[in-house]
């Protein structure tokens, strides 16, 4: 079947031009109720280049685009069980009868330790076998004397003390209370250092009584304004006292250390010293003076009980020796303290 021509009709200057297609249009060869036919793929089969897209997609990095089905998930947020406190009331009385027996026990230990034990540390070294007491001089004070002592016992009552020195006493041996110390120490022997009073000890055991090595030491340091005619007198009478500590453990362990010339040259020394005490305690007060006064006479008579032991050979008197030199020892603690 024929088409007709197509034709468009223009005007031009008011004059109608005809100008004709000269494309024709081809009629469709094939017919348009066709429909298109689409193939489906079977179920059963895999599409491995698919499968390896999706795979490679999940292997990375999770990334917001929107998709939450891959996303990282939030862990399951689980309640804290509340902690149970004790229930019940404090045991205060428990714990005050605690601290209590705690303090009761500490404070009996220290007594038994400041009673029994050496508890007053010396400063410097131990002087060896044979050697003297150690001393310091100061120039603004007294010398410090630093010495071995034995302990026989403590007391908290001081007749309980005055009736064991009795005692002691009554078998020629010696002992002092000490009269600044709590509790009350009774020595029975001193020495110039720890070999020394070891042996004093010895002897003490053969009488069958108990001793305690400790070091002690008086400090005059602390004491100012004093004169330099006392300073020099106190120097001077602990080197004597020194001197006569050592003959005195000589001769109670059988040393031949004291002679005839050693008794004399010691004599000199203490006849020196006792002349210069007036003049040296002059500015002192009533009470020191008497305390200052004893140590010289009491030195005197260390040396009396020494030269007297030369003659006799007879133990009790270099214990008397001792005992004067115990004394020397509390007298010039009182001393320092009256200053």
Request: aromatic content about 6%.
């Amino acid at each position: 079947m024929e088409q007709k021509k197509q034709s468009i009709s223009v005007k031009l200057n008011g004059k109608e031009q005809s100008i004709r297609e000269s494309t024709e249009v081809a009629a469709t060869t094939e017919p348009q109720d066709e429909k298109q036919v689409h193939h489906l793929p079977p179920q059963n089969v895999i599409d491995f280049t698919e499968e390896h897209d999706i795979r490679r997609r999940n292997g990375q990095p999770y990334w917001d685009d929107g998709n939450r089905e891959n996303s990282p998930k939030l862990p399951f947020k689980r309640k804290k069980k509340p902690q149970s406190s004790p229930k019940g009331p404090f045991p205060f009385m428990l714990v005050a009868a605690l601290v209590s027996a705690v303090i009761v026990g500490i404070s009996l230990g220290l007594v038994m330790l400041n009673v029994f034990t050496n508890n007053e540390q010396v400063e410097g070294n131990e002087t060896t076998t044979g050697a003297v007491p150690s001393f310091s001089e100061n120039t603004s004070g007294l010398p410090t004397l630093t010495l071995e002592v034995v302990q026989g016992a403590a007391f908290t009552e001081r007749e309980q003390g005055i009736d064991t020195v009795a005692k002691l006493h009554e078998k020629n041996l010696a002992a002092v209370l000490t009269e600044e110390t709590d509790p009350i120490y009774m020595f029975i022997g001193v020495a110039g250092d720890r070999a020394q009073a070891t042996k004093l000890s010895g002897l003490y055991e053969g009488y069958g009584q108990e001793t305690y090595l400790k070091s002690y030491r008086v400090d005059g340091q602390a004491v100012q304004g004093q004169s330099e005619e006392m300073k020099q007198w106190f120097t001077e009478a602990i080197s004597i006292y020194q001197e006569t500590i050592q003959l005195s453990i000589d001769g109670l362990n059988g040393g031949g250390m004291i002679t005839e010339d050693r008794m004399k040259q010691l004599d000199e020394k203490l006849n020196s010293l006792q002349e210069s005490r007036n003049q040296a305690f002059s500015q002192l007060s009533k009470e020191a003076q008497t305390h200052a006064l004893a140590i010289g006479d009491k030195l005197v008579l260390a040396k009396d009980g020494l030269k007297k032991a030369l003659s006799s050979s007879e133990e009790k008197d270099l214990w008397n020796a001792q005992q004067s030199l115990l004394e020397v020892l509390v007298k010039y603690e009182l001393l320092i303290k009256s200053l």
